[in-house]
């Protein structure tokens, strides 16, 4: 960018909060956007996300940004900018080469877009930030790309004490494109009064005295390359002398009589027929008729052009967005969303969709206690899930915001072959474990004897003991104190002392 155009070369960022002031180039951030928008457009739904490093220096209080280096990303987690093992080794060959040291070309930060979220640091980002780039004057530079507004940036540091406020940037701003500038072209060369053709009057004295000194040509000859026509003398006008014509000197008498006994031209000659101007009065009957039916049908027609004409209301404005992005570890897929969103802040509760291929979604409800937490993990499948968070607001409608995740799943750890200790060992538990359970059948089935048994005991006591009852009832003449007739007395049994029941 140069001063012609009257944009600054620079960009300064400062707030009170941030012990130093961040000055960038507008060519390298403008670089960075168009390789931002380009990704954004890249894939359906957001597009991906991409990453680097920001080159330049550092002078205690003022951080420069004078170029930068990107970092070919994998994407082997979805289209999220999240490392994998080549990626971070791809990423410390660039820390390397430029030592990450402040000097002229030195590392003094990164950066990398969110085409899902707003402007913030994921649990993701900061463990790259405290990982790859530990000193307390290098920072991150996150860019928010859209599709049809400029594009939103926003700048993280480190506090005096080492924090950071990673919930959002202090102060975003908006990145304008830079005007295209006009490639310098050759200039046109102009053709001198040298070079141009000069344009002179005809001499019309020379041209007519060599008409006169050549030879008169034959009769025949002329009747050949002449033929007669024949001019009727009705089509033959006569033309009154203009008095303010001048007359050429040098023209003889002779000539001008010649020439005024020549038929004048047909094109000259023809008058306008009568007829034409009857066309224009025809034209402007059927344009007077036009004009009438279309008062008289103004009702049909009026609405419909009003209607095209009417201004086009705005569009309403876009839903606030929840920030939603997946992160995957081993197959572990942590999904997260912004808690410091307005709508997260004023929902009541929500519900998180997961579909995986081949099964039926999972529906899981959030209260606002696990909204607030902004995370939750969920063990996938399969390589393709799709993440839908329904966000209810007590007092407005829904919002809805939905990504997808794409990746593999990790390798399963197979077993180790067992030794032939091991394969001892199990071979003996196994054996203790059939016995174990041979004893427990044996055990088992002699607790179901011993109960029968008791119960057999217990119905035969019973049995006796009503024997006993029954023994110690009296005859019914005994109770009654009388004889029945004709009977002789009956001596009164023998009653049997009591024993005692066992």
Request: overall charge negative; aromatic content about 6%.
């Given at each position: 960018?140069?001063?012609?155009?009257?944009?600054?070369?620079?960009?300064?960022?400062?707030?009170?909060?941030?012990?130093?002031?961040?000055?960038?180039?507008?060519?390298?951030?403008?670089?960075?956007?168009?390789?931002?928008?380009?990704?954004?457009?890249?894939?359906?739904?957001?597009?991906?996300?991409?990453?680097?490093?920001?080159?330049?220096?550092?002078?205690?209080?003022?951080?420069?940004?004078?170029?930068?280096?990107?970092?070919?990303?994998?994407h082997a987690h979805g289209p999220s900018f999240s490392l994998s093992a080549p990626d971070e080794?791809?990423?410390?060959?660039?820390?390397?080469?430029?030592?990450?040291?402040?000097?002229?070309?030195?590392?003094?930060?990164?950066?990398?877009?969110?085409?899902?979220?707003?402007?913030?640091?994921?649990?993701?980002?900061?463990?790259?930030?405290?990982?790859?780039?530990?000193?307390?004057?290098?920072?991150?530079?996150?860019?928010?790309?859209?599709?049809?507004?400029?594009?939103?940036?926003?700048?993280?540091?480190?506090?005096?004490?080492?924090?950071?406020?990673?919930?959002?940037?202090?102060?975003?701003?908006?990145?304008?494109?830079?005007?295209?500038?006009?490639?310098?072209?050759?200039?046109?060369?102009?053709?001198?009064?040298?070079?141009?053709?000069?344009?002179?009057?005809?001499?019309?004295?020379?041209?007519k005295a060599a008409a006169e000194a050549a030879p008169e040509p034959e009769p025949a000859l002329?009747?050949?390359?002449?033929?007669?026509?024949?001019?009727?003398?009705?089509?033959?006008?006569?033309?009154?002398?203009?008095?303010?014509?001048?007359?050429?000197?040098?023209?003889?008498?002779?000539?001008?009589?010649?020439?005024?006994?020549?038929?004048?031209?047909?094109?000259?000659?023809?008058?306008?027929?009568?007829?034409?101007?009857?066309?224009?009065?025809?034209?402007?009957?059927?344009?007077?008729?036009?004009?009438?039916?279309?008062?008289?049908?103004?009702?049909?027609?009026?609405?419909?052009?009003?209607?095209?004409?009417?201004?086009?209301?705005?569009?309403?404005?876009?839903?606030?967005?929840?920030?939603?992005?997946?992160?995957?570890?081993?197959?572990?897929?942590?999904?997260?969303?912004?808690?410091?969103?307005?709508?997260?802040?004023?929902?009541?509760?929500?519900?998180?969709?997961?579909?995986?291929?081949?099964?039926?979604?999972?529906?899981?409800q959030l209260d606002a206690a696990h909204l607030q937490a902004g995370n939750f993990t969920f063990?996938?499948?399969?390589?393709?899930?799709?993440?839908?968070?329904?966000?209810?607001?007590?007092?407005?409608?829904?919002?809805?915001?939905?990504?997808?995740?794409?990746?593999?799943?990790?390798?399963?750890?197979?077993?180790?072959?067992?030794?032939?200790?091991?394969?001892?060992?199990?071979?003996?538990?196994?054996?203790?474990?059939?016995?174990?359970?041979?004893?427990?059948?044996?055990?088992?089935?002699?607790?179901?004897?011993?109960?029968?048994?008791?119960?057999?005991?217990?119905?035969?006591?019973?049995?006796?003991?009503?024997?006993?009852?029954?023994?110690?009832?009296?005859?019914?003449?005994?109770?009654?104190?009388?004889?029945?007739?004709?009977?002789?007395?009956?001596?009164?049994?023998?009653?049997?002392?009591?024993?005692?029941?066992?």
């Amino acid at each position: 960018m140069t001063g012609s155009t009257g944009e600054p070369d620079t960009l300064t960022w400062s707030v009170p909060e941030c012990p130093f002031t961040i000055e960038a180039s507008t060519r390298v951030l403008d670089d960075i956007r168009l390789a931002v928008v380009d990704a954004f457009f890249s894939l359906p739904r957001g597009g991906a996300e991409i990453g680097g490093v920001l080159l330049g220096s550092f002078t205690g209080n003022r951080l420069t940004i004078t170029d930068y280096s990107p970092l070919e990303c994998e994407h082997a987690h979805g289209p999220s900018f999240s490392l994998s093992a080549p990626d971070e080794v791809r990423l410390n060959q660039i820390l390397s080469i430029h030592n990450a040291g402040p000097g002229e070309h030195g590392v003094v930060g990164w950066y990398h877009s969110h085409t899902r979220s707003e402007i913030f640091l994921s649990e993701a980002d900061q463990a790259i930030h405290q990982r790859f780039f530990p000193e307390p004057w290098q920072v991150a530079l996150v860019m928010k790309p859209h599709t049809f507004q400029p594009a939103r940036i926003g700048f993280f540091f480190r506090a005096e004490d080492g924090s950071m406020h990673a919930e959002a940037s202090y102060q975003e701003m908006l990145l304008e494109g830079l005007r295209v500038q006009a490639m310098p072209g050759p200039v046109p060369t102009v053709a001198t009064t040298e070079e141009l053709p000069l344009r002179r009057r005809p001499n019309l004295d020379a041209i007519k005295a060599a008409a006169e000194a050549a030879p008169e040509p034959e009769p025949a000859l002329q009747a050949s390359l002449f033929p007669p026509y024949p001019v009727p003398e009705s089509q033959t006008p006569e033309y009154p002398a203009r008095e303010d014509q001048p007359q050429d000197n040098h023209t003889p008498a002779a000539e001008a009589s010649a020439d005024a006994s020549l038929p004048a031209p047909h094109f000259l000659a023809e008058e306008a027929p009568a007829g034409r101007s009857w066309t224009w009065v025809i034209i402007l009957a059927i344009a007077l008729g036009v004009a009438a039916a279309a008062v008289q049908t103004r009702q049909m027609w009026l609405p419909r052009v009003m209607a095209a004409v009417r201004p086009v209301p705005p569009p309403p404005p876009p839903p606030p967005s929840l920030g939603l992005t997946s992160l995957d570890h081993e197959g572990q897929l942590q999904i997260n969303w912004n808690p410091n969103s307005p709508a997260v802040r004023k929902a009541s509760d929500a519900i998180l969709e997961i579909t995986e291929i081949g099964t039926p979604p999972q529906a899981i409800q959030l209260d606002a206690a696990h909204l607030q937490a902004g995370n939750f993990t969920f063990a996938r499948n399969s390589q393709n899930v799709d993440i839908k968070l329904i966000v209810h607001q007590a007092n407005g409608p829904d919002v809805r915001e939905a990504i997808g995740f794409l990746g593999k799943l990790p390798a399963r750890q197979t077993a180790a072959p067992e030794s032939g200790e091991q394969q001892k060992q199990r071979e003996e538990d196994k054996k203790a474990t059939a016995k174990l359970k041979s004893d427990l059948n044996f055990q088992a089935a002699k607790t179901r004897k011993l109960e029968k048994d008791l119960v057999q005991m217990r119905q035969e006591l019973k049995q006796q003991q009503l024997k006993r009852l029954n023994n110690q009832v009296p005859d019914k003449q005994e109770r009654s104190g009388q004889k029945q007739p004709g009977r002789a007395a009956s001596p009164a049994p023998r009653r049997k002392s009591r024993t005692a029941l066992p």
